[in-house]
C-alpha cells in the first residue's frame, strides 16, 4: 500500500490580524503577500462562532506533511514576523489583535514536537496559540 503524505498528520500556521479601522489591502502592499482571508471594516463575518465586522486579514503558511514536523511551520511564521517586524509593531501599538495559530491535522493518536522559543513573536506581545485537529 502506497503511504500519502497526509496519513499521519499535516500542520500549517496561520497569522491573523484584525482591528475595527484594518485596511487589509495595505497590509498585502506592505508585506507583498495575498492573504487566504480579508474583510474590510463592516464585512460581516463568522470567526469561531461570533460575527465580528472587524477589518481582518490572515496569510497561511504552506502545508507541512509528515515526516516534517509541525515546528516547522513554527520557523515559517518566525521569518514572517522576522521580515514584517515593524509592520507588526506599529498594528500592535495601534490597538490591532495579532495572533498566530498554529493546527496540527492528526489522524495517529499523538505527534510530539518542540516548541522552540520564538523572541520576535514574544517581544511583540503576539498570543500565540496551538490548535489540534483529530481525524
Known sequence: MEERADEYWWSEISIRVAKDDLDPDAISRETGLDPEHSFQPGESKIHHGQCESAGYWCVTSPRIFYPERPDQAICWAEDFVEQNFRLLQTLVDSGAAVSVYLGVHMNVMNVG??????????????????????R
Open 113 to 134: 514536537f518542540v516548541l522552540p522559543a520564538i523572541p520576535c513573536i514574544t517581544e511583540l506581545g503576539i498570543e500565540f496559540g496551538i490548535e489540534v485537529f483529530g
